[in-house]
């Protein structure tokens, strides 16, 4: 306990005991006014009085006090012979006595009584406090969440003069010290240092500075709640973060496995179909006019064109991943880029007949013209492996609501059972077994990521005759319509 606290602490004790002191002397004249009215044993029954308060008010030691000082005065100025301290009848002995008894008495039961309610209201304090801090850290998981919850209601429960509170996870996360009250105190050596620890690991201390020096027991009762309660709550959230970055590296293992096993037998046919291409090119047996080499180059043409599709694809798919799908929008026509991906597609598309059902006088798309071609192009690779040969493949588009554009890509293929279209764009998922439809799983997923980028939505939707792709995309760009150009494009 510091000079200062331990002088505070004895001026308030000497207070008390003159203020007891000081109530029995003026009870003791008040009496000696009146002494010719009252009886010796009325004198003593109201002494019993200013006792009482002196107990109940100041605690039990100045109520002791009080007692001895009432004592003394009603020997001294209430029993014969007056002023002295000699007694000679047994009676007045055997009240004297009794009176000390019963004031004695009185202090300890009142003391008792005044004790057992602070204890009472002290351990109600406690409760309070204690479920006040168990609601703080409920339902946090965050460990700077946690952190600053313990720091704060220990700050509020104890009241030091300084607190430090030091995190230390026990995985590659930074620690976290946490200093109240905010200014920076040059205190020295704290007073206290709690340790939070479990029975697994040590997560941390509580440092505090006091200016009494010491906690009360109960206090320090309160503390060890407390940083027991804290500890628990860290190792908590601990254990969760570690749950949750185990999960995320199985999902990314997982995906990683699929993308690999996808990509490599994706691969594997085009290359396998460029090589036995270029080496019979390259072997003498097939003339440099023969019609069998021009077919052999456009084999090869096409597969390099497949190839840089799933590159285009995996590329697409790691930018949305990063967050750095970024689209550089610009006023575009949506035929031109439609009929742009069907040109280079006519390999693919062959098979199939197209219908292109978009109005002369719809309006520009602010939209980023490579990655609507992506879109285009994954969407038609789609249908084209789903929809049966001989089929339709049409592509349409309306003004929707006057600042909307909707386009719908439409095949004949098989219908989609409902609970598959909202997982249809998911990456890797497929609703046909992969030995049956080639294919990474990413088109679809890289559709719905760079129309999402565009401000709009994509969804798949069962038809009567087929199945069909819908998104609708912004007309306006930045809160402006599109411009009128219709002189350009006539």
């Known amino acids: 306990m510091t000079s200062s606290s331990s002088k505070h602490w004895l001026i308030a004790k000497l207070r008390n005991f003159i203020l007891a002191f000081s109530v029995i002397s003026v009870t003791t004249l008040i009496l ?30 100045p109520g002791i006090l009080s007692a001895f000082i009432a004592f003394l005065a009603y020997n001294f100025f209430f029993l014969l012979p007056y002023y002295t301290f000699i007694v000679h009848q047994t009676q007045d002995i055997i009240a004297l006595v009794i009176f000390l008894g019963v004031a004695v008495l009185i202090s300890q039961l009142v003391g008792r009584a005044k004790a057992s309610l602070a204890m009472a209201v002290a351990r109600e304090s406690e409760t309070t406090r204690l479920y006040e801090f168990s609601l703080g850290l409920a339902g946090v998981n965050d460990l700077d969440e946690i952190a600053g919850v313990i720091a704060h209601k220990t700050f509020d429960t104890m009241q030091p003069d300084r607190l430090v509170l030091r995190i230390k996870p026990t995985n590659l996360e930074s620690p976290i010290t946490i200093a109240l009250p ?146 550089n929008r610009q006023w575009n026509i949506l035929s031109e880029i439609v009929e742009g991906v069907i040109t280079r597609m006519h390999r693919v598309l062959r098979e199939y007949r197209l219908e292109v059902d978009i109005p002369e006088q719809l309006p520009l798309v602010p939209v980023d013209y490579i990655q609507m071609e992506q879109v285009f192009t994954n969407l038609l690779h789609n249908s084209a492996k789903y929809a049966p040969a001989g089929s ?47 294919g990474t799983g990413l088109g679809l997923s890289i559709c719905k990521g760079v129309i999402e980028a565009h401000g709009g939505r994509i969804w798949a939707k069962n038809l009567p005759n087929g199945f069909a792709f819908i998104f609708k995309l912004p007309l306006t760009w930045e809160g402006a319509p599109p411009p009128v150009v219709e002189e350009e494009r006539l």
Not at 48 to 61: H, K, Q, Y
Not at 397 to 404: F, I, N, T, V
């Open 32 to 61: 000696f006014l009146l002494r010719e009215r009252f009886s010796a044993s009325t004198v003593a029954l109201l002494y019993l009085v200013p006792v009482l308060i002196c107990t109940t008010f100041w605690g039990f030691w």
């Open 392 to 438: 339709t493949i049409q592509v349409s588009a309306r003004r929707q609501d006057g600042d909307s554009l909707m386009v719908m890509v439409k095949n004949e293929g098989p219908q989609v059972a409902p609970d598959h279209l909202e997982r249809i764009f998911d990456k890797f998922y497929r609703v046909t077994e992969p030995e049956k439809v080639s």
């Open 182 to 327: 905010l200014e920076d105190v040059s205190a020295g050596k704290p007073d206290l240092v709690i340790p939070l620890e479990t029975v697994r690991t040590f997560l941390g201390d509580l440092s505090l500075w006091l200016d009494r020096g010491r906690l009360a027991p109960s206090e320090e009762r309160v503390l060890s709640t407390l940083a027991a309660q804290g500890a628990l709550a860290l190792e908590r959230a601990a254990l969760e973060r570690a749950e949750t970055r185990a999960r995320v590296l199985e999902e990314s293992d997982r995906l990683k496995s699929s993308l690999l096993s996808s990509v490599s037998h994706e691969f594997r046919t085009p290359l396998a179909t460029i090589k036995a291409s270029t080496t019979s090119l390259l072997s003498d047996q097939i003339p440099w006019e023969s019609r069998d080499r021009k077919e052999l180059l456009s084999v090869v043409d096409e597969e390099t064109d497949y190839l840089n599709y799933l590159v285009g694809n995996l590329l697409d798919m790691s930018r949305i991943e990063a967050g750095a799908l970024k689209p």
